[in-house]
């Protein structure tokens, strides 16, 4: 080797090179200043010969070491533009590449503050790999945090998979490794090899990856996201859509069980996208909730146990064919909700569990960092460049994927150090407390910094404790939620109503119970798949009695949940009563709506999205409790209830009255307006599957006090069944028309009670000259008596004297 070249190469360095644990490979590999000339080294592992090509020159480069090193002394300081030509003995031949440590390119000073900090609200865009053009050349530049790794490499088809061919460069102050690599293109294959302490090398997923292979392969895929979009009118309309008063009702769905291909394989996104879409609109619901899109290893896990957090899951397609999806029901007026899991992560060696061969992702000690029985691990929030990763990605999909709502999986685990955990399992907050400090201020900040960037997404929370404020403001030490699963509402009434009729008086106080607290959050009602799966059995097998009490008691239960406060959930298949529970194996049961019961099932379910969306009652005053009146919740001998529904106008008010016992009954219903009261809508209706037919006559109340109201109605409300009453005021002709009625009414009543005392009089009368005869009768008597006795007494007298004379 030419002596003057030796003397110019730091050999420490290059060995390091060599043995693949250099964390700055710029300061060796690439074109570097040699005084008057420019030093230039490469290394490219098994290469018999390098040429360094530029225009129509080409110079041999001097084989430094076997292993593949070569350098070459190149006259002057500017180097024109060059490529390498690479020569192997074995099938790969000779290769023309562009040399990837001659292009500098990483992130600013700026962005590593932001990033330090747990601000960097768009680091998606910085991370992973971003294909781009630099000084002319096309490529992809690759960027990862791995801040304890010894080496960090990109692998792929384009290096042969071989870790020694492009080592990344370490920016101390981020912990973050970059490389700009000349062309790769969207569509490749990489992963980082990653060797940590202790010589281990391992090959990991890209964090930031917008694309990854389907399962069981596990490599991360360049990905160009950008896409036109049409969905203008929705997102100029979703701020007026998404108020915290419109209807929300919301079809969650598998989007792998909801319809398949002929021979079982899942339909591509854009596929799906029109069969959803017309589903959903026809059906009547606002929104789709789906179930986790973001890349996941596992079938079973339903996307539940997340690998690849920025790509959809390649399963139904690309990020393209998943904005088509979103595109297209946004177009149907249909908006997107996705569930996204930052509570835990699975274990598989190629995702984010020592990734760097350090816990810098969960937490060292198994007590934090673990989950007993979901055997996941848990994030470390209180890292913040951890935090910024789940931030960063849930803004991901709102902007990038103009998601209109997260729904947050699992947040009761994030809240509580021992959730599912026992004794010794876990380690108290700094308090002594159960309560996981960091995980609420990272669920403050993602909430805050969502709506202050994005104020009409929705922000939705699976928590099932009595964790107070989840949908209270951050300012007054809330978690800044826009709506929360009410679990205990699901799990009281699927606990009534599984119950025989005959026994449900007993249990009354679990259908009422859910209004006592209603108004504590914002509530969702949910009929979820989480209580459709693990032996739970689904919705309709839920139900007690025989075929038809199951139906009837379904066609109740989904009519009370929509009159019940709360914005709606239901899951698939739900809604056409499917038999068998949730399984990611097949598609929903569609056969089932050839037969009549499941046909009336779904009607029924339309019928009340439609009634529900056209009611401003049923939705406009959900979060306050002058949107509710009880008219009698105590009546659980009967197994009855009665309520009223309200909005901002009286005329607009709902009368619900539900007979959840197995026989018809009649009610005096009590009501909080006079006017007239229609039936708006009954379960028992033939339409769905019941024996009535809906009354079309409206009934006027009648002034008979009940249920501590001056007026009521009276109703027969057959068993098993919900009605819907609608309201209307009497009009001024009406109410002149009762008035007159009343007035002549009154008259009546004064003319009937006159004559009443005008027969009285005459009766009294009558007796008082009956007595009179009387008296006259009996003073002539005595008035004889008195004569007969003056007579008796004189001839006493007389005979008295004759004696004495005698």
């Known amino acids: ?77 500017d180097m024109a533009d060059y490529r390498y030509e690479v020569h192997y003995d074995d099938e790969r031949g000779i290769k023309s590449v562009k ?111 917008f694309g990854q292979q389907l399962r069981p392969d596990t490599a991360s895929i360049v990905r160009n996201i950008s896409y036109e979009w049409s969905d203008e009118a929705w997102m100029k309309e979703r701020k007026k859509l998404q108020q915290k008063d419109a209807p929300v009702s919301v079809y969650e769905l598998y989007l792998g069980s909801f319809k398949r291909g002929e021979d079982g394989e899942y339909l591509n996104y854009r596929a799906l996208a029109p069969l959803v879409a017309s589903y959903a609109k026809d059906m009547g619901y606002t929104h789709v909730e789906l179930m986790p899109v973001m890349e996941h290893p596992l079938d079973a896990s339903w996307g539940y146990q997340v690998i690849g957090y920025y790509a959809p899951t390649a399963r139904y397609g690309t990020a393209a064919d998943f904005k088509y999806f979103v595109d297209m029901l946004h177009k149907e007026g249909i908006g997107v909700i996705l569930d996204w899991v930052p509570a835990h992560f699975p274990r598989d060696t190629y995702g984010l569990g020592r990734f760097d061969g350090t816990c810098i992702y969960e937490h060292e000690d198994p007590r934090k960092g673990a989950h007993p029985h979901w055997g996941t691990l848990l994030y470390n929030y209180a890292r913040p460049q951890v935090s910024n990763y789940l931030i960063s990605n849930a803004l991901y999909w709102v902007k990038e994927y103009h998601a209109d709502g997260i729904r947050m999986d699992a947040v009761a685990s994030m809240l509580y150090l021992d959730y599912g955990k026992k004794e010794g399992e876990w380690i108290p907050n700094i308090y002594g407390g159960n309560e996981n400090l960091d995980a609420v201020e990272f669920l403050k900040h993602l909430n805050s910094i969502m709506k202050k960037k994005n104020p009409d997404v929705y922000l939705i929370a699976e928590e099932s404790t009595a964790w107070p404020k989840v949908t209270g403001e951050v300012e007054e030490d809330g978690l800044g939620f826009s709506m929360k699963w009410n679990m205990g509402f699901m799990n009281d009434y699927l606990s009534y109503i599984s119950y025989d009729p005959y026994f449900r008086a007993h249990h009354h106080n679990e259908l009422t119970f859910s209004m006592v607290y209603q108004y504590s959050e914002n509530f969702m009602s949910v009929f979820s798949h989480d209580e459709v799966v693990h032996g739970k059995s689904t919705m309709i097998g839920k139900m007690p009695g025989n075929k038809e009490d199951k139906f009837a008691n379904l066609r109740l239960t989904y009519a009370y949940m929509m009159t019940h406060p709360g914005k709606k959930l239901l899951f698939m298949g739900q809604d056409i009563a499917e038999y068998k529970e949730f399984d990611e194996t097949r598609q929903t049961e569609w056969g089932l709506l050839q037969y009549p019961e499941h046909k009336g099932i779904s009607k029924l379910v339309k019928d009340l999205n439609f009634l529900y ?132 009414a009154m008259a009546r009543r004064k003319a009937k009670e006159a004559m009443k005392e005008a027969e009285e009089a005459r009766k009294e009368a009558d007796l008082a000259r009956e007595e009179a005869g009387l008296a006259q009768k009996k003073a002539e008597a005595a008035e004889e008596r008195a004569k007969a006795a003056m007579e008796r007494a004189k001839a006493a007298d007389k005979e008295a004297q004759e004696k004495e004379k005698a």
């Open 613 to 744: 969306k056209n009611k401003p009652a049923l939705y406009k005053k959900d979060t306050d409790p002058d949107g509710f009146e009880w008219i009698n919740c105590i009546s659980s001998d009967k197994c009855m209830l009665s309520f009223v529904r309200k909005a901002d106008k009286l005329q607009d008010m709902i009368l619900v009255v539900a007979n959840f016992a197995g026989i018809e009954q009649e009610f005096t219903v009590g009501v909080p307006a006079a006017g007239k009261y229609k039936e708006l809508f009954t379960t028992d209706d033939k339409i769905y599957g019941g024996n009535s037919s809906r009354v079309t006559r409206a009934q006027a109340t009648t002034e008979e006090e009940a249920d501590g109201r001056e007026n009521s109605i009276h109703v027969v409300v057959p068993s098993l069944s919900l009605v819907m009453y609608s309201y209307a005021p009497y009009t001024q002709k009406e109410l002149a028309e009762i008035e007159r009625k009343k007035e002549a």
């Open 99 to 209: 040399d990837a440590y001659r292009y500098h390119h990483g992130l600013t000073k700026q962005q590593i503050d932001k990033l330090n900090a747990g601000i960097l609200y768009d680091s998606y865009e910085f991370l992973g790999a971003h294909p781009m053009e630099i000084d002319g050349c096309h490529g992809t530049f690759f960027a990862v945090y791995a801040p304890n790794a010894i080496r960090v490499s990109v692998v792929g088809d384009f290096n042969y998979w071989d870790g020694r061919i492009h080592q990344m460069q370490l920016c101390r102050e981020s912990g973050v490794y970059e490389l700009f690599i000349p062309d790769v293109k969207a569509g490749d294959c990489y992963k980082y090899e990653i060797k940590s302490k202790g010589n281990t090398v391992v090959l990991k997923a890209d964090p930031y990856a």
């Open 1 to 77: 080797m030419d002596n003057k070249l030796y003397k110019l190469m730091n050999w420490p360095r290059v060995e390091g090179i060599i043995y693949s644990e250099e964390n700055s490979p710029f300061e060796i590999l690439g074109p570097h200043p040699a005084g008057r000339n420019t030093l230039v080294q490469t290394f490219w592992p098994d290469a018999k010969e390098v040429f360094l090509v530029s225009g129509t020159k080409k110079k041999q480069m001097e084989m430094a070491d076997e292993a593949g090193f070569f350098a070459c002394l190149v006259s002057g300081r």
